[in-house]
DNA sequence: AATATATGAGACCTTATTACTCTTATTAAT
DNA sequence: ATTAATAAGAGTAATAAGGTCTCATATATT
C-alpha cells in the first residue's frame, strides 16, 4: 500500500472538519489554508468523500462542507480507502493473476495476514479520537497569525475595522 | 510502503535459494527461469542482495548465486528493505519536513504504530518457514514439463538422448 | 593462451502514476 | 442580475517503476 498525499489531504481534511463539528459547513477555502491542501486538489479529494457518504458538498456563494457523520463513527481505515482503494502490500493479492499457484503460497499467506493487521489497526482508529489530542493542524488562534498574508487574493481578516 | 516487482522478485529469489540451500551456487539463468523473474532484472536485483551480503555472486563460467545465511537467519523483513529501503506507511515520518508540528501529531503515532507492528510480523517470518510450505515458485519436477521450450536458445534438456 | 560462458555495472528507455493545475460549467445568496 | 462559491473533468509536468541493452570483467575448459 501506498499513502498518497491525496489520502493524507483527506485525512487532515476530515480532522479539520471533525473539530468543527459534525453538521458546521466550513468553506473549501478555510480547510484549504488552515490544513495546508492546495485548493483545487482539494476539491477533487472532496469529492470522493462525499461519494463515500463522509461529507456534504455545498454549492454556491457560502458554499462548503459539511461532515455528515459523528467523527466517532469514521475509521482512519474508512478514510484512507476511500481515496487509495483497499488496502493491499504486494500485487499478488490485489491481482491473483500475477502470481501462479497464490492460493497455497506461505509468502501470500504472511502479506495476507499483515495486510489483515493493517486494516484491523487503521479500523479502530476514529476521528473523535484524532482530535482529542494535539494534531499537524494548528488550532485556529495559532493559525490566524501565520496564514495571514496567504496565497489567495484577498483572505476577508475577521477582525478588519 | 510500496512492495515493488524488484521486491517480490527478490523475495522469490531468496525463497529459490533458500530450498537449494546455504551454500550451493545456482546459476542466475536456472533462477530466472524457474522462478519467473526477468534475467537481466534479476541481475540487478542480486546486486543489492550481495551488497546487503545475503548471498554471494560467483563470476565467470559457471557461475551463480550462492546462499550466504541460514535461512533461518534471514527475515521476510530483512530481504524487503533491501530492496526497497526501511518500511514506512506515510511520509510525514519518512521526510518529517512535510508536516508541521509532527512530534505530537495525533494522526502521526498511529502511523508510526502500525508501522512498527508491520515490520515485527514481517520481521518474526523466516525463510526456513517459508519454504517448508508450497509456495509460488514450482518444485524442480513440475517446472522441467512447463519450462521446456523456453525463451533461452538453447537449454540442456536433461533427459535428452 | 584462447575461447566460450557467465555475471557486473550502469546507462538508457518506456510506461504508469502522482500531484497538481486549469478551464468551463453550475449553483446559490444578495 | 451579479457575485461568490464549488463541480467536474481534461490536461500537464515531474517522478518513479520496471525493464532492456551494452560493454566490461571474471572464470572454467580446451
Redesign the pocket.
Known sequence: M?L????E?AIRCMVYLSRQGQGVLT??????QRADI????L??I??DL?KAGLIE?????????ILIKDPAAISLLEVVETM?GEIYLN?CIARPASCKVHYHCAVHRVWQSACDQLRTTLRQVTFDQLIADASCIPLDQETLQVTEESEMTEP?GPERP
Open positions: 501506498r498518497t498525499r491525496a489520502a489531504y468553506s473549501r477555502q478555510e480547510i484549504s492546495p485548493n483545487h486538489f476539491a477533487k472532496a469529492q462525499a458538498i455545498r454549492q454556491g456563494a457560502k458554499g462548503g462542507f487509495i500485487d476577508p
